[in-house]
C-alpha cells in the first residue's frame, strides 16, 4: 500500500495533513524529529534546513518518515584540482573542471497553465479573509437550480471553485479528473462522496417538534422517511464511490453523510442499527473485492466517541493479521479499514494508545490515518491542545509511537510503504514538488526494480457529486481556511513563481 519516500531538498522538515498507517510491522525507529503535519486541510511542508529523509525499507504496515543528518558533501576526485585563481595548472594529471548548474526546482512545471491562473484567483480570494467570509455567506443559503446549467450561479461555481476542487458530477467525469491527476504523476486517489447532511441529532428527531407525530406530518413526508432517504442516498453514494476507485486506492467514509438516523446512534455511543450495519458489511466487504481501503474520517469531538466504537468493530472484522492463501498457506493481509486521529485533541494520544494495545490483544490490525484536525473552529476549545507546537509535538509522538510498535512485530514479512495526501486543489507545490523529486531520484536508476526505487507515492482526496452536493463540503473547507489564510497565501506565492518561470522572468 504505502510506499517509502524522501521529500524534495527544498522541503524539508515533513508535515502531512494525512498519513495512513496500518500496524503491526517492523520499522527502524525514528531518532528525531518525526513527521509534522499542517494546521489545515492540506499537507505542507515548512523550512527546515540541514536534513534528509531515510528511505525506510519496505515492510507493509506503518507509514513513516525518519530523518537523519545530511550526509558531508563527497571529496573532489583525486585527479581534479580546483583552482581559484587565474593561474592554470600544466601538470598531465591535473584537469580543471566546470560546475554544472543545477536545474531549477519548479514543483508545478507539470500543471497546466489554467490551473495556475485559476488556483492563484482561488486562493487568493481565500487570503482574504473578508472576502472569503462574503463568499461564504452567500453560497450558504438555498439556492434552488444550482445545478441546472442556466442557473447564473452554476456558471460560476462550475469553472472555478468546483473543477477546482471536486471531481465532478458523473462517472466520465470522474474518470478523466483522476487520469488528469495520474498522468501528473499523483499515485493513487482518495475518493469521497460529497454528500453532507446536517448531523444535529436533534434536528430531525421526534420530540423536536410539538406539532406533528414521530411519523407523520401534515406537509411533506415523515421524520422517518425523511431519515431513510437521507440514509439510502449515502448508502448509495459511498458504494458507487467504492467502484469508481481503482485497486490501491481508498474510498473515505464520513459517517455524518448518512443523516440524523446515523448520528444519533453515534452521538449515544450505541451499536449501528441491523440495517446500517448490513450496509457497513456490504462497504467494506465491496472494498475488500477491490483492492480498495476504507478511511473512516474524524468528524466533530462530539460525535467521535461513537464514530471510534464503529471503526473497532470494523476493523475487527475485516483487519485480520493473516489470511489463508493457496495450499492454505498463511498470508499477511491487507488492512481494509483506517480510523483517522485528529492528534490536535488532547486526548489522542492515549486513544491511539489504547487501539494499539487492543489490536495486538485480540490479533487483528489497526489502521491508522493521523491528521492534525479539522474543527478547530467547532470543537470544545478546552480539548484542543493549547498551541500549534503542542500539537506537532503529540504528532510526532503518535508517529514514534506506531514506529515503536511496528519495530516490535519485526519479521512478519510485511511491507511498510509512505504515502503523502493533500487535497484536491490544494498544497499543489508540495504533492507534485514531491512527485518532481521522485522522478528526480529514479534517473539513472531505470535498472532497478521498483522495490528498490525510492520515490514519493503521493495520493490526492477528491470529492464528487452534484454542485449543491459538493457546495456544503466547499463551504466546510472554506471555513477551515479561515484560521490558515497564511496556506493560501503560499500556495499564491507557488504558482506565482511558476507563471514567471513561463513567461521568462525567471531563469
Not at 276 to 294: F, P, S
Request: hydrophobic share 35%; net charge positive; with cysteine.
Amino acid at each position: 500500500m504505502f510506499r517509502r519516500c524522501a521529500p524534495p531538498p527544498m522541503m524539508m522538515a515533513a508535515s502531512a495533513r494525512r498519513l495512513l498507517v496500518r500496524v503491526p510491522v517492523p520499522v527502524p525507529v525514528p531518532n528525531s524529529n518525526a513527521i509534522t503535519t499542517a494546521a489545515t486541510a492540506a499537507t505542507r511542508y515548512h523550512g527546515g534546513q540541514g536534513q534528509t529523509f531515510t528511505p525506510i525499507p519496505r515492510f507493509r504496515g506503518i507509514a513513516t518518515t525518519i530523518p537523519r543528518a545530511s550526509p558531508p558533501p563527497p571529496p573532489p576526485p583525486p585527479h581534479v584540482l580546483t583552482q581559484h585563481s587565474t593561474s592554470t595548472s600544466t601538470t598531465n594529471d591535473v584537469h580543471p573542471t566546470t560546475t554544472p548548474t543545477p536545474t531549477p526546482f519548479r514543483p508545478l512545471k507539470s500543471l497546466p497553465t489554467t490551473a495556475l491562473l485559476r488556483s492563484i484567483l482561488l486562493h487568493t480570494i481565500s487570503g482574504v479573509p473578508a472576502l472569503l467570509t462574503l463568499s461564504t455567506t452567500l453560497l450558504s443559503r438555498e439556492i434552488p437550480g444550482i445545478d441546472r446549467a442556466w442557473h447564473p450561479l452554476f456558471w460560476l461555481l462550475y469553472p472555478t471553485f468546483y473543477t477546482h476542487f471536486c471531481a465532478g458530477r458523473t462517472e466520465a467525469e470522474i474518470a478523466r479528473a483522476g487520469n488528469q491527476l495520474r498522468e501528473l504523476g499523483i499515485s493513487g486517489l482518495i475518493m469521497s462522496y460529497a454528500r453532507e447532511v446536517d448531523g444535529d441529532a436533534s434536528s430531525s428527531s421526534p420530540s423536536s417538534s410539538s406539532s406533528s407525530s414521530p411519523s407523520t406530518t401534515t406537509t411533506g413526508p415523515s421524520i422517518a422517511e425523511t431519515e431513510k432517504q437521507h440514509l439510502d442516498k449515502w448508502i448509495q453514494g459511498t458504494m458507487q464511490t467504492i467502484r469508481y476507485s481503482r485497486a490501491g486506492d481508498f474510498t473515505a467514509v464520513k459517517f455524518s453523510g448518512g443523516g440524523a438516523a446515523i448520528m444519533r446512534l453515534l452521538r449515544a455511543c450505541k451499536p449501528p442499527s441491523p440495517e446500517i450495519e448490513t450496509a457497513l458489511n456490504e462497504m467494506c466487504v465491496l472494498a475488500r473485492e477491490r483492492g480498495v481501503g476504507i478511511l473512516v474520517d474524524a468528524e466533530h469531538a462530539r460525535d467521535q466517541d461513537g464514530i471510534d466504537l464503529w471503526t473497532r468493530g470494523l476493523m475487527r472484522r475485516f483487519n485480520k493479521n493473516s489470511v489463508e492463501g493457496s495450499g492454505g498457506k498463511k498470508m499477511a493481509a491487507r488492512p481494509v479499514v483506517y480510523n483517522t486521529y485528529q492528534m490536535y485533541l488532547k486526548h489522542s494520544p492515549g486513544n491511539l494508545a489504547a487501539d494499539l494495545a487492543t489490536a495486538g490483544r485480540e490479533g487483528w490490525v489497526l489502521g491508522v490515518k493521523l491528521v492534525r484536525g479539522a474543527y478547530l473552529g467547532s470543537d470544545p476549545r478546552e480539548l484542543i491542545c493549547e498551541s500549534k507546537e503542542d500539537t506537532d509535538a503529540q504528532f510526532d509522538e503518535a508517529a514514534r509511537e506506531v514506529a515503536r510498535e511496528a519495530a516490535q512485530r519485526r519479521g512478519q514479512g510485511r511491507v511498510v510503504d509512505v504515502v503523502y495526501s493533500q487535497l484536491m486543489g490544494m498544497a499543489d507545490e508540495v504533492s507534485f514538488g514531491l512527485v518532481e523529486e521522485g522522478r528526480r531520484s529514479v534517473v539513472g536508476e531505470e535498472t532497478k526494480s521498483e522495490m528498490e526505487t525510492d520515490t514519493p507515492k503521493v495520493y490526492k482526496y477528491v470529492v464528487w457529486g452534484s454542485v449543491s452536493e459538493c457546495l456544503k463540503y466547499l463551504l466546510r473547507r472554506a471555513e477551515e481556511n479561515k484560521d490558515a489564510v497564511g496556506r493560501s497565501r503560499e500556495n499564491v506565492r507557488a504558482c506565482l513563481e511558476e507563471v514567471r518561470w513561463r513567461v521568462g522572468l525567471r531563469g
